[in-house]
């Protein structure tokens, strides 16, 4: 295997993490918010909180991997430029909701959850537009 066929192999299998973690990060908020019994609820809540963490950190080695295969191309062309288009902003915005989340903990306002949801939801359509784009790489 060459350091290619390597980094290929690591960056398929490191990009799953963020994206199913995301998503599992929003089910787990949106069924806290629903059920709102107290204990479950929290429960719920905190599932959502470790979930986007983890995808948070998941995704600084589905970044380094990508980087380090495309040489440092940061953008690229064709069917490269259509991924990266999508993945930059998705990996901002899944940073930004980890640190807005590690700060606010559990006392965000009823419209800052609201609009930290709709901007998970964001985050997860990129991911997953970025992740088509991805596999159409190879």
Known sequence: MNIHQFWYVVHGGST???IALLIASLFFDIAGYMLRSDKFSRDLHAASYYALILGALGSL?????GVLLTNWQTMGTGKLLLHHEFVWPAFGML???????????????????GLYIVAAFVAAGLMGAAGYWGG???
């Open 95 to 113: 940073i930004a909701l980890a640190v807005w989340r590690i700060i606010v903990q559990d006392k965000a306002s009823r419209l800052g959850f």
């Open 16 to 18: 799953h993490f963020p």
């Open 61 to 65: 080695a589905a970044v380094a991997s």
């Open 136 to 138: 159409e790489l190879r």
